[in-house]
């Protein structure tokens, strides 16, 4: 803005051309509807995503609210332009994220300097809002040099205190002056086009987390968790209701009219097809539900790894009474497992540290250590996984004592865990009816290591034989923060063939790709790094002819099917795939399948994208093979989203990420030590 002599002021509009928007495009679509959506008084902007307040469910015991809500993308695909949506919930803490740090400091006795990690490892990659201004931010690094008192150059020359600041801008009081900062990196576009990062930074007591930890998470069994599930998870019909309803809401907005445009609250009728239930060999019996769970009551291992009574316990003496009862159980040897615990392989410990367990470990040759450990308690399982399966590589299992300390469903508890000790010494649980031979199948999959934010750890998991019971792991890194795409896998790859031919005296016939862990957006990266990196490595080995395919899985996707059911609507049975209608255009084909059964809420189908397809097989076959794997997880006695390959790749960058921080062990590559 300028003035005038006379004190007119006027205002100056720079408008710059940065692509032309087609009314019947998605992207004018997406645009067009999201202001439809900005301009409902009702409706809260978090993110992409619109969410209802006035509807929160509150769960104050566990200073938890829950907010219903939509996410919506307009979007072509094969039978024309679509509408994705799909109601969404956000879970906000009540309590604020300086709340959570005290919390943590005084689980470590109450000085902040010895929580440090332990506040760095829980807070870095959460999601927090902060609620006067509604906006999100996920928090890469905790500043304990910096405080609230500090002072920081918002400008050339002009320096304010975060309390200040908070006081001037937002008219709010920050009370304590020594917290730490929280740091949030965003990359942001500046006016030549280049990416450059900006830093942010916010005071602790005035954000608030969203979303669940990693422990919420994966902890099913916890009274939060049964509550969370009985809100957010929604049945096929009401959730059609629901879709039905935001159709409306948008409908009825005088703009939406007056542009002549609305939004079809009919769903897509599409056709699909179902490949069948599964047969699980040396079961005579097919999959019902997306389980069998049943087969463990009975001797079903195809063979054991051998580890027989060479597996010692070790526990605190307060937990002796719960070794011993792994003592005198059966069920190793009524599954076929062939583990044997005996009480002279008991080590008891005095002390709950982490160096006396893994002191205990040290002293005995054994092939397989169960550590029984009194809590969950980070710091103690990344320390004796470490030393485990880098420094001295064994084959570890890590069990709470409280998982033990209920009788109910002890039998199949104990089972479980051999089962996982079994399956990461080499046993081969159980197969499936593969008629595809001589195929390599590879999982990879992404995890940003939890201790530096800056670097993201992969896992490469490759099938060994026909029958998918072995395996060859490998970790690898990635320097650059929050990228998932990486262009050094030749060297990995080639390790991975030699391996294959060493055990087989031939190199694979076929190798299928199942990759997990990025998004639609980086599909040209992945062509051009990955893809072209492996095509690298089968060259210097002179396997031109080797047949090859490079799927991409996506697994957390808006899009959900139905089977009409009269007036209702129910989830469609595992097995469905859908290929027609929602697919893209833009690869070499793409489906939809649906690999599980739920009992409660609505089933997600997992997308799979097919980049690269050298192959004879038919992209039926394909279908077949995905579906198929998904039964070969060993820590599960069930269907799982993805293939197994993928899975266990899963499995191994979450473990160096979170809990190594270093390449395992060579030892332990022919082993699914991660499971």
């Known amino acids: 803005t300028s003035s005038t002599k006379d004190g007119e002021i006027i205002h100056r509009v720079t408008v710059k051309r940065t692509g032309e928007v087609i009314k019947d495009s998605p992207h004018f679509a997406n645009v067009f509807f999201n202001h439809v959506a900005n301009n409902i008084s009702d409706w809260q902007r978090i993110r992409r995503d619109y969410f209802d307040p006035k509807n929160v469910t509150k769960l104050p015991q566990y200073h938890v609210e829950i907010l219903p809500g939509y996410q919506f993308r307009a979007g072509t695909f094969a039978s024309g332009p679509l509408m994705s949506i799909d109601n969404k919930h956000k879970v906000m803490r009540t309590n604020t994220a300086l709340q959570f740090i005290q919390e943590i400091v005084t689980k470590k006795g109450g000085q902040l300097q010895t929580a440090q990690t332990d506040i760095i490892r829980e807070l870095t990659g959460r999601v927090v809002i902060t609620r006067y201004n509604n906006n999100t931010y996920k928090i890469d690094d905790v500043l304990f040099d910096m405080k609230a008192s500090h002072e920081i150059e918002l400008r050339p020359g002009y320096k304010i205190s975060f309390i200040d600041y908070y006081k001037n801008k937002f008219n709010l009081t920050i009370h304590d002056a020594d917290q730490p900062i929280l740091l949030s990196r965003k990359k942001q576009r500046d006016t030549n086009g280049n990416d450059k990062e900006i830093q942010i930074h916010l005071v602790p007591e005035v954000c608030y987390l969203t979303g669940l930890s990693e422990q919420e998470s994966t902890n099913t069994r916890t009274p939060l968790f049964k509550a969370l599930s009985n809100v957010t998870r929604t049945n096929p019909t009401d959730k059609v209701a629901v879709l039905q309803t935001f159709a409306d809401t948008i409908n009825q907005e005088p703009i939406t009219e007056r542009w002549g445009l609305n939004v079809e609250t009919s769903l897509l009728q599409l056709q699909g097809g ?255 790094l990955e893809i072209e990196s492996i095509k690298r490595a089968m060259l ?136």
């Open 540 to 675: 210097e080995l002179q396997l031109q002819k080797t047949e090859f395919v490079f799927t991409v899985v996506a697994k957390r996707i808006n899009t959900r099917f139905f089977e009409k059911f009269g007036t209702n609507y129910k989830n469609p049975f595992h097995g469905t795939i859908v290929s027609n209608g929602i697919t893209k255009n833009d690869q070499a084909f793409d489906f939809y399948l649906v690999s599980q059964s739920v009992s409660q809420g609505t089933v997600s189908p997992t997308h799979y994208t097919v980049l690269e397809w050298n192959t004879t097989l038919k992209p039926e076959h394909l279908q077949q093979i995905a579906f198929k794997l998904c039964h070969m997880y060993f820590n599960w006695t069930g269907i799982i989203s993805v293939p197994a390959p993928c899975q266990y790749a899963h499995k191994l960058a979450f473990l160096v990420g979170q809990s190594l921080h270093a390449d395992p062990s060579p030892a332990l590559r022919h082993h699914l030590f991660y499971l």
């Open 274 to 528: 179902n490949i069948g239930a599964e047969q699980i060999i040396n079961e005579k019996f097919k999959i019902d539900r997306g389980s069998f769970d049943r087969m463990t009551r009975s001797r079903f291992v195809i063979s054991s790894a051998g580890i027989k009574d060479n597996c010692h316990i070790i526990c605190n003496s307060r937990d002796m009474p719960l070794a011993l009862s792994m003592v005198e159980q059966k069920f190793a040897q009524a599954a076929g497992m062939d583990i044997i615990f005996r009480r002279e392989n008991i080590i008891q410990v005095n002390s709950d540290r982490a160096e006396a367990f893994m002191e205990a470990g040290n002293s005995v040759d054994t092939k397989a250590l169960l550590f029984i450990l009194p809590n969950e308690k980070a710091d103690r399982y990344n320390a004796i996984k470490k030393r485990f399966c880098v420094e001295q590589p064994r084959i570890t299992q890590v069990v709470l004592a409280k998982t033990l300390r209920n009788s109910n469903g002890l039998a199949s508890k104990i089972t479980k865990i051999l089962m996982q000790i079994d399956a990461k010494a080499g046993g081969h649980l159980w197969k499936i009816n593969l008629p595809v031979k001589s195929v390599m199948f590879v999982g990879i999959d992404t995890y940003h290591d939890s201790l530096s934010r800056r670097r993201s750890v992969g896992g490469f998991v490759a099938s060994m034989n026909d029958i998918q019971t072995r395996y060859y792991s490998r970790a690898f890194w990635h320097d650059n923060a929050g990228e998932e795409v990486f262009s050094g896998l030749q060297p990995i790859m080639k390790d991975t063939l030699l391996e294959y031919y060493q055990l087989n005296q031939q190199f694979p016939a076929r190798i299928i790709i199942f990759r997990d862990g990025v998004g639609y957006g980086q599909m040209q990266a992945v062509r051009e």
